[in-house]
């Protein structure tokens, strides 16, 4: 990389990492509510624009419109699963935990289910999905600064956990919101402002929501009509067809087991009890989805575009496909590609020593000995491609100034350190909130605890700072089961509190226990207990899966477990104390008097 | 509106039935756009578009996801509403 181009890089990662330790400065706590929940004074479209922040994650930032261009229509699973989810979330959920009002999530299940083993088992789960989760951003943080700052991983990583050490330790959940909206500002801006220039290149229209399904610059082809074509011409199937990608159950059960795990995690609940009143929980819903379908309706059209801007790149005749003339030659190479050669997220091989680069579906055996017979083509030559390029790329592609790709580094690890910093809040308050005072020290003074919280919430950052230098080889495997979790045990329980008024104890307890063991012995079948290979029962394919259920889809099935288990419990058993119906009576209504 | 001569609980009763059937409503749009539209109607709708997107492509990738967004900020108005007819809006 130049000089000059480090220098931009550092020196705008600096000034927003400057900007959040001034934040840091100005947003110090005092009180466990101020640490736990902001004080309830938090605006809800400024919460909004937190609660976007702490949910899109290096993986919604980094990899997810690479992902959906590499699956084409069935990415839309991602897209629906990770939105949807805001929909039970608004309805269902934010609202009544809001009006419970109290810290944390595990809290409303140990109250409402009055029963500290539900408590305990609801940490568990928490911990579970919540330490998974962190693992992933923290790679997210070194991705950004290994490919594009170019700087050790082992520096990137530990001047970010300072970071986020000064304003979490110190401004707990006060500090984070404000700091997330900052992170909400730098991502967004980074994330749009590359998709707006493509664009233009490819369509004139400055709108890439619009773009993806306008013609090309100078012809009367659309977009979409010419990448399908291309892609059929290639071996591949059409972008836009429901066939390729995954099965239609599948992408059904996934869809649906992202949306209720998406609604049952608990960083993401928690933000809901910062805001002022019980209307604001149901509005602050809205504004979050909104600041969320900013970038989830820019992802596909970056992940299509970026997906024709390569097959552009390496096509230079797409109606003559199969003629020498018609693919770029190896000394041709456009300065992005050879420098993303060069990192090794992009590689090339010129498997019939012709000089020219040719990429189609070598795995379509009919298309493949065609093209062999015909065109002499011996392979596809495009032997790796990084989903993580089509965003990382994408100011390099379209040509874009210095600064920007600075930003884009800037864009990824502030939604990295948001989705942290919220995680470990989720941790740090689990285990100083509902672990310390409300398991082993009830007794515990306000200064005490709020000690306590700033203290597992130092241990909380050494802990994903270690597992980010040292992560475990099952990193991404772990994200889904955070989902299936989350969607098993925690979102039906919580719902089932309150809608359900004579769900009991032993129903809610026994419930969490079926979704969690259900859903865990499902994808360990698979993986491997604890996700080691060695220990799998069954292959990991659709042919040994149960009805063609993918792993990463079995959530849902996990709440149905959990539902239909709570449900036989609590016929059997004795119905929930008086007070405790009184207390779901008065969840259900905003205003008690 | 709230008649003062009424039964509290009796409100709060009649409150949450027409929260739920709000709540049953809004998850109808909500399954059949995104499931429905978005996935086992898809092949079919892809056979029409809108502008250069196929229709089942657009519903998966874009509408599904504005359709999501109007259900959020209609529920929010229609429950600040019945919190006022029932008197429990909060000030």
Redesign the interface.
């Known amino acids: 990389m130049e000089g000059s181009q480090q220098i931009i890089n550092l020196l705008v990662v600096g000034v927003t990492f400057a900007l959040y330790i001034g934040i840091a400065i100005w947003a110090r706590t005092s009180s466990t509510s101020e640490f736990y929940v902001a004080g309830k004074g938090i605006n809800p479209v400024a919460n909004g624009m937190a609660t976007a922040a702490d949910w899109m994650s290096a993986a919604s930032f980094i990899s997810m419109a690479g992902l959906i261009a590499f699956l084409g229509f069935t990415g839309g699973a991602y897209l629906m699963g990770w939105t949807g989810g805001y929909v039970l979330m608004a309805l269902l959920l934010a609202p009544y935990l809001r009006k419970f009002g109290k810290f944390t999530v595990p809290e409303f299940i140990g109250d409402r289910f009055y029963s500290t083993t539900a408590r305990v088992v609801a940490v568990i789960c928490l911990l579970v999905i919540s330490i998974t989760y962190v693992i992933g951003q923290m790679r997210g943080v070194g991705i950004a600064f290994a490919n594009i700052l170019e700087v050790p991983l082992t520096v990137g990583l530990i001047s970010g956990m300072f970071v986020v050490f000064l304003y979490a330790v110190f401004g707990g959940m006060k500090g984070i919101t404000y700091t997330q909206i900052a992170q909400y500002c730098v991502m967004i801006f980074a994330y749009t402002v590359p998709a707006v220039f493509i664009s233009l290149i490819i369509t004139g229209v400055p709108i890439p929501q619009i773009g993806l399904g306008s013609t090309m610059t100078g012809s009367e082809t659309h977009l979409l009509t010419a990448l399908d074509q291309t892609l059929v011409d290639l071996g591949f199937t059409q972008y836009t067809a429901t066939e390729g990608g995954m099965s239609m159950l599948n992408m059904f059960l996934l869809t649906v087991s992202l949306m209720i795990g998406t609604a049952g995690l608990p960083h993401v609940i928690v933000r809901f009890f910062t805001v002022p009143r019980i209307r604001d929980a149901r509005k602050s819903a809205g504004w979050a989805l909104f600041f969320i379908a900013i970038l989830y309706t820019t992802a596909p059209a970056v992940g299509a575009m970026a997906t024709w801007n390569l097959l552009d790149t390496m096509i230079l005749d797409r109606q003559a496909i199969g003629e020498e003339e018609s693919h770029l030659r190896y000394a041709d190479q456009p300065a992005w590609m050879e420098r993303w050669g060069e990192t090794g997220l992009l590689a090339f091989e010129d498997k019939n020593e012709d000089g020219r680069i040719q990429y189609y579906n070598a795995a379509n055996e009919e298309f493949a000995a065609m093209a062999e017979e015909e065109y002499g083509w011996e392979g596809s030559e495009l032997t790796r491609l990084d989903r993580d390029i089509i965003v990382l790329a994408n100011p390099e592609i379209a040509g874009l100034p210095t600064w920007i790709i600075a930003l884009v580094a800037a864009g990824g690890i502030a939604a990295a350190l948001s989705t942290a910093a919220g995680l470990l809040l989720a941790i740090s308050s689990s285990i100083s909130h509902d672990l310390l005072k409300g398991v082993f020290k009830p007794d515990i003074t306000e200064k005490g605890e709020m000690l306590a919280a700033r203290l597992s919430m130092a241990g909380a950052i050494l802990l994903a700072g270690y597992l980010g230098l040292n992560p475990p080889g099952f990193a991404a495997e772990v994200v889904a089961l955070a989902f299936g979790l989350a969607a098993a045990s925690l979102f039906p329980t919580l719902m089932m509190g309150i809608f359900y008024k004579k769900m009991n104890r032993e129903g809610a307890i026994a419930g969490m226990l079926a979704g969690l063991v259900v859903t865990l012995a499902y994808i360990f079948t698979y993986k491997g207990f604890l996700f080691f290979p060695q220990l799998a029962l069954l292959p990991d394919n659709a042919d040994y899966w149960l009805f063609g259920i993918n792993p990463g889809s079995f959530g849902v099935i996990g709440a149905i477990a959990n539902v239909v288990v709570s449900f036989v419990v609590a016929k059997v058993t004795a119905p929930p104390p008086a007070h405790i119906q009184a207390l779901v009576e008065s969840v259900r209504v905003p205003r008690a008097d | 509106m709230s008649d003062s001569g009424n039964q ?1 609980t009796k409100d ?1 009763g009649e ?2 039935q027409k ?1 739920l059937k709000i ?1 049953a409503g ?2 109808f749009v ?1 399954a059949f756009v ?2 429905g539209l ?3 109607f ?2 079919f709708l ?1 056979n029409f578009s ?5 229709l ?3 519903f ?3 509408g ?3 359709t ?2 109007v ?3 209609y ?2 108005w229609r ?2 509403k019945l ?1 006022q007819e029932y008197d ?4």
């Open positions: 509290p709060r409150y949450w929260n709540i809004c998850l909500w995104g499931l978005g996935i086992v898809a092949d892809n809108i502008g250069g997107y196929p089942g492509f657009w998966a990738q874009q599904s996801i504005y999501f967004l259900i959020i900020f529920y929010a429950m600040n919190d429990v809006y909060e000030h």
